[in-house]
């Protein structure tokens, strides 16, 4: 059954592939795998830097049980027509994303259709092409490694399924908590901290943790 017709918001090639891949419940290594491509190369496509070509394309449509049509209807990359080494950056769309509080983002945990824009208390560019975005602070000492004092990370709320080795926020006890997400294919799926401190614990992921939403940048605010 081909998903992509009526699904909304991948206007790029790109975000077509991810939003098959992540519809069929795939990893980027697990399409690699069945296209015969390395994981980057997935992830290359996935954010833009190049397209693939009408072969391999053919190849993912049949992977991700899509229609062939449907995903070369994307918009190109623009870095596939300019090769400037600044044009596919410069030509991006600059998005104002809202930037709110972690007590603020637990009700996207609640309401997946809450709007983050009424929670702003301030906002950040971007140039990022999924539409539901959202910021917010982290000064986490379990995530130190990744994510410094005060950096601002930006949180896709419409992807809440991490692969395996992503950062997400999830809704935790009433809390929402930064972490790397880790799945198993047996299922048994946890949150591990990525610290210079020993003694963060492993969070197992039961029916009691949500995704909020999956990490897509940071950005070190001085």
Same mark, same amino acid.
């Given at each position: 059954?081909?998903?992509?017709?009526?699904?909304?918001?991948?206007?790029?090639?790109?975000?077509?592939?991810?939003?098959?891949?992540?519809?069929?419940?795939?990893?980027?290594?697990?399409?690699?795998?069945?296209?015969?491509?390395?994981?980057?190369?997935?992830?290359?496509?996935?954010?833009?830097?190049?397209?693939?070509?009408?072969?391999?394309?053919?190849?993912?449509?049949?992977?991700?049980?899509?229609?062939?049509?449907?995903?070369?209807?994307?918009?190109?990359?623009?870095?596939?027509?300019?090769?400037?080494?600044?044009?596919?950056?410069?030509?991006?769309?600059?998005?104002?994303?809202?930037?709110?509080?972690?007590?603020?983002?637990?009700?996207?945990?609640?309401?997946?259709?809450?709007?983050?824009?009424?929670?702003?208390?301030?906002?950040?560019?971007?140039?990022?092409?999924? !539409?539901?975005?959202?910021?917010?602070?982290?000064?986490?000492?379990?995530?130190?490694?990744?994510?410094?004092?005060? +950096?601002?990370?930006?949180?896709?709320?419409?992807?809440? +399924?991490?692969?395996?080795?992503?950062?997400?926020?999830?809704?935790?006890?009433?809390?929402?908590?930064?972490?790397?997400?880790?799945?198993?294919?047996?299922?048994?799926?946890?949150?591990?901290?990525? !610290?210079?401190?020993?003694?963060?614990?492993?969070?197992?992921? +039961?029916?009691?943790? !949500?995704?909020?939403?999956?990490?897509?940048?940071?950005?070190?605010?001085?």
């Amino acid at each position: 059954m081909a998903l992509p017709q009526t699904a909304p918001a991948a206007r790029s090639i790109g975000e077509r592939i991810r939003q098959a891949r992540k519809a069929r419940g795939m990893s980027q290594s697990d399409l690699a795998l069945k296209v015969g491509v390395s994981q980057p190369a997935i992830a290359n496509w996935e954010s833009g830097v190049h397209d693939p070509r009408r072969l391999t394309l053919a190849k993912l449509a049949d992977a991700l049980d899509s229609s062939l049509d449907w995903l070369a209807a994307g918009d190109r990359s623009s870095a596939e027509s300019d090769k400037h080494a600044a044009a596919a950056y410069i030509r991006r769309p600059v998005r104002h994303v809202p930037v709110i509080s972690l007590r603020a983002a637990s009700l996207l945990a609640q309401d997946a259709n809450a709007d983050p824009h009424v929670m702003a208390e301030d906002y950040i560019p971007v140039t990022l092409g999924p !539409s539901k975005l959202f910021a917010v602070f982290v000064n986490d000492p379990a995530v130190d490694l990744a994510f410094l004092p005060d +950096t601002v990370v930006v949180i896709d709320y419409e992807d809440r +399924t991490p692969d395996d080795g992503d950062f997400c926020l999830a809704h935790v006890n009433e809390t929402p908590v930064l972490r790397r997400w880790r799945g198993g294919r047996d299922g048994a799926a946890r949150l591990e901290p990525c !610290s210079r401190e020993d003694g963060h614990p492993v969070i197992a992921v +039961t029916r009691a943790v !949500s995704v909020i939403g999956c990490v897509r940048v940071s950005i070190r605010v001085h």
